[in-house]
């Protein structure tokens, strides 16, 4: 079941489809750029500001987002509408009718602290073997690069990053890794990513942060979100230790 909806103030149509009893899915296209990216953002923010009874949370990926709800709370809320998904949809609906700004959203910008090489990023020689650079070049130029966290993922805190040069593009592993360390950075692709936490997974593995990607402590557990602007600084090991203590 879907519902076909005109995003206000642009020509891209949305559709609303039920992806599990507790959540809809609004899809907003298949193209994966900024300019979608800043849709999502921005009605995420209104949907969070004028949210319906029920709403528990919203994620957000490349060209989507998912929204999670309380069916009880919903079916006894006085949202139009005969089931759950119907309910939603109308609030959705309101949701796209109001009036967008150009630019609601600004978006955060972080400076992630980064151990490049060695034992925390034995894959660093891959990626410069198969893009004809020096492990220095790989450095340079993943640091120089401003990155655009698209979605969060795969794990609780995992963040998907696009905008690196194309230089550095390298496919996945073709046998993943057991154990990806907390921390460590990889390339797969085009994209960029960080694994909050110790996972199996076939990226490409760089370096590694020191910081705490995801904490269920904070108010924010996950430390980047979508739209967040990064970008990479490479530090030595003294620095990352230093980082590791506080």
Not at 48 to 54: A, D, E, H, V
Not at 70 to 98: R, T, W, Y
Not at 181 to 191: D, E, L, M, R, W
Not at 197 to 208: A, F
Request: aromatic fraction near 10%.
């Amino acid at each position: 079941m879907n519902e076909q909806l005109g995003y206000c103030g642009t020509n891209i149509p949305i559709k609303i489809y039920g992806l599990s009893e507790k959540s809809v899915t609004v899809g907003f296209g298949t193209t994966i750029d900024h300019d979608l990216l800043a849709l999502i953002t921005d009605f995420n923010q209104l949907l969070l500001q004028n949210p319906f009874s029920g709403l528990i949370t919203t994620v957000q990926a490349y060209t989507t987002l998912t929204v999670f709800f309380d069916p009880l709370i919903v079916m006894l809320s006085d949202l139009p509408g005969q089931v759950c998904f119907e309910k939603i949809s109308a609030h959705l609906n309101k949701i796209v009718q109001i009036k967008r700004e150009k630019s609601s959203t600004i978006p955060d910008k972080l400076i992630i602290p980064v151990y490049y090489g060695g034992d925390f990023g034995q894959d660093l020689s891959t990626v410069a073997r198969t893009n004809k650079l020096s492990e220095t070049e790989v450095i340079d130029i993943h640091t120089a690069g401003q990155y655009t966290v698209f979605m969060i993922g795969f794990v609780p805190g995992f963040a998907y990053m696009g905008g690196m040069d194309p230089r550095l593009s390298t496919p996945r592993k073709e046998v993943p890794n057991a154990k990806i360390p907390t921390g460590s950075v990889g390339i797969a692709g085009n994209q960029t990513g960080i694994y909050p936490m110790e996972t199996p997974g076939g990226w490409q593995i760089i370096g590694r942060t020191p910081l705490k990607m995801f904490d269920v402590n904070r108010l924010q557990p996950s430390l980047l979100k979508g739209g967040d602007m990064v970008t990479f600084k490479a530090i030595g090991i003294k620095e990352f230790n230093a980082y590791a203590e506080i």
